[in-house]
T-cell receptor, first 110, second 112 residues
Framework: GQQLNQSPQSMFIQEGEDVSMNCTSSSIFNTWLWYKQEPGEGPVLLIA?????ELTSNGRLTAQFGITRKDSFLNISASIPSDVGIYFC??????????FGTGTSLTVIP | NAGVTQTPKFRILKIGQSMTLQCTQD?????MYWYRQDPGMGLKLIYY???????DKGEVPNGYNVSRSTTEDFPLRLELAAPSQTSVYFC???????????FGPGTRLTVL
């Protein structure tokens, strides 16, 4: 299957700090999605990206579709305690399958 | 709208037992998916369906079967449970290709 490398694996940050995480692949993707998962819940979509170079924001979250179409980035500005969770990237090739990264676990220290 | 609902929430099976994980969505989505999530890992696609009567294998289909007789329901069947199938199973639906997927709350399955 497709391998999406997500980094970092985990982050411990102070409340108010900015966060950056990324996802890379050896394959070219048509769509990149970023999800957040909280304990005991299913993933919830944060941002969807459909074009190379696209930069999209959702409140304090900003994500970019890499120009090579092999990577994507997610930034969270001014983190707050409720940002805690696991963040997953997911990429879609042609067809109906999405491939998920292994996740970045975010801990925000008040 | 309830969205995507899954039952049961938790289940313990003995090796060799069978069970069906239920998934229902009330959003009239054509696309439905089954994923498994192992500890510390991302989601891996087991099976998916692009409409009633149509199913296809994902990345890790071995040991599972699905059916899609209605738009709303997409059950996942385990015939001979094995310890390697211990995982959290998520069902998702989507209105179409390249659209976001809406996930259910998951079923935590342990096979002993």
């Amino acid at each position: 299957g497709q391998q999406l490398n997500q980094s970092p694996q985990s982050m411990f940050i102070q409340e108010g700090e900015d966060v950056s995480m990324n996802c890379t692949s050896s394959s070219i993707f048509n769509t990149w999605l970023w999800y957040k998962q909280e304990p005991g819940e299913g993933p919830v979509l944060l941002i969807a990206l459909y074009k190379a170079g696209e930069l999209t924001s959702n409140g304090r979250l900003t994500a970019q579709f890499g120009i090579t179409r092999k990577d994507s980035f997610l930034n969270i500005s001014a983190s707050i305690p409720s940002d805690v969770g696991i963040y997953f990237c997911a990429g879609q090739l042609t067809g109906n399958q999405f491939y998920f990264g292994t996740g970045t676990s975010l801990t925000v220290i008040p | 709208n309830a969205g995507v609902t899954q039952t049961p929430k938790f289940r313990i099976l003995k090796i060799g037992q069978s069970m069906t994980l239920q998934c229902t969505q009330d959003m009239n989505h054509n696309y439905m998916y089954w994923y498994r999530q192992d500890p510390g890992m991302g989601l891996k696609l087991i099976y998916y369906s692009v409409g009633a009567g149509i199913t296809d294998k994902g990345e890790v289909p071995n040991g599972y079967n699905v059916s899609r007789s209605t738009t709303e329901d997409f059950p996942l069947r385990l015939e001979l449970a094995a310890p390697s199938q211990t995982s959290v199973y998520f069902c998702a639906s989507s209105p179409g290709n390249y659209n976001e997927q809406f996930f259910g709350p998951g079923t935590r399955l342990t096979v002993l």
